[in-house]
């Protein structure tokens, strides 16, 4: 049975009905639920926000997914304990898929995961020819195979591993851009031309982080192609589970951002962080111990 994602929790009746400004946490294992907030921000201006980057564990597709669900829950169980958010985003694709059902029975905060975007760009492709762009672990679960069978059947869909491009895009918000010739070879594979003609007219950017180097995608693309970022759906759906703003509501303050370790937060760092409204920053030192 496929797990629902991005539905959330309903709002459970052991949990205090949202306030009017509620606080919403969004999480990641870095940098890339960033594009995440930007889009819920847009949605509920008037909420209050914590950022919260597992920045310790970083990259989660270097765990085994045990212990990933236990590294994801210790840290939750903290950040739940400190701000009482009214609901949480799980920002990134790997935590979605592996650690939400532990959340959901753990907790009754209600959460919201990441989906691939396969079933928009099933509907927006005209050529048929479609590229799910992701980390190797999304594109190696069954969770991401389920999703193009069920949603993009008939489509031909490729699915591209990225191992770089995560890293990447944290690097680019450090102020240190990998050179476009690295970028385009990482990207390249997404780009495919079949024989009778067709080609990738659809790329579903499948990890939170991709859409923080999309202009650059844009410029290297060997051709026009649509891509699809999941965060707008993400957004509404945390409209749907908290209601829209009120009218007389003022914008909230500044976000927190929270990083489970200080290292890396450089000033390069800090001045991206601050472009997009985290400009109140706290370590909550949590180190990863690796087995």
Known sequence: MRIDLMAGATISAAWPAPSPQPLILVFDSGLGGLTVLEQVRRARPDARYVYVADNAAFPYG?????????????????????????LVVIACNTASTVVLPSLRQRFVTPFVGVVPPIKPAAAATRSKVVTLLATPGTIA?????DLVAT?????????????????????????QPVDDATLSAE????????????????????????????????????????????APAIARRVVQLLGPSAEEMEAAPDV?????????????LERSLAVRGLRSLTVEAMPLVRQ
Do not use: K, Q
Request: glycine share 8%.
């Open 151 to 175: 949603y993009a059947g008939d489509c031909d869909v490729t699915l591209v591993g990225a191992p770089n491009l995560a890293g990447f895009a944290e690097a680019e918000m450090a102020g």
């Open 62 to 86: 270097g765990l085994s997914e045990p212990a990933l669900v236990a590294r994801v829950l210790a840290v939750m169980e903290r950040l739940l304990a400190l701000h009482t958010p009214d």
């Open 141 to 145: 679960r069954s969770y991401t195979r």
């Open 256 to 268: 927190l951002g929270t990083f489970t370790a200080g290292a890396g937060l450089s000033a390069a």
């Open 187 to 230: 990207i390249a594979p997404c780009f495919v031309m079949r024989d009778d003609g067709r080609r990738t007219d659809v790329i579903c950017l499948s990890c939170t982080h991709y859409p923080l180097l999309l202009p650059r995608f844009e410029a290297l693309a060997p051709w026009p192609v649509t891509w699809i970022d999941p």
